[in-house]
């Protein structure tokens, strides 16, 4: 059974940073890929970052390219966000979620069968 937990989350003036950490247990990068989505008040969840395999192949939604990087400690069963130059509009609570990479379209949050619990992001200007 995979078990996330995002950490780090937290209120920033825009223009500022932080990074998000997404803890797994009983994951195996190897196959798979773990994703970064978010979800404002009245908003539907859209994702943010991808990373997937060993090798750490990534792709960003256009919104945060540049501003975010989304990495993983292998030896740590960990993926990071790290999100620089926030904007107001990047408030949101902020999910990971893990799927295998063949499984569904990789911005579908329907193909990630696990999600952590969340960690809310306030930018305020």
């Known amino acids: 059974q995979v078990h996330l937990a995002e950490s780090g989350g937290g209120s920033v003036q825009a223009g500022g940073s932080l990074r998000l950490s997404c803890a797994a247990s009983?994951?195996?990068?190897?196959?798979?890929?773990v994703g970064w989505f978010r979800q404002a008040p009245g908003k539907e969840r859209e994702g943010v970052a991808i990373?997937?395999?060993?090798?750490?192949?990534?792709v960003y939604a256009d919104s945060v390219k540049g501003r975010f990087t989304i990495s993983q400690d292998n030896a740590k069963n960990t993926v990071y966000l790290q999100m620089n130059s926030l904007k107001p509009g990047d408030t949101a609570t902020y999910y990971c979620?893990?799927?295998?990479?063949?499984?569904?379209?990789?911005?579908?949050?329907?193909?990630?069968?696990?999600w952590g619990q969340g960690t809310q992001v306030t930018v305020s200007s």
């Open positions: 990373i997937c395999g060993t090798s750490g192949w990534t």
């Open positions: 009983g994951y195996t990068y190897s196959g798979n890929c």
């Open positions: 979620a893990a799927k295998s990479f063949y499984s569904g379209s990789m911005w579908d949050v329907r193909a990630y069968n696990y």
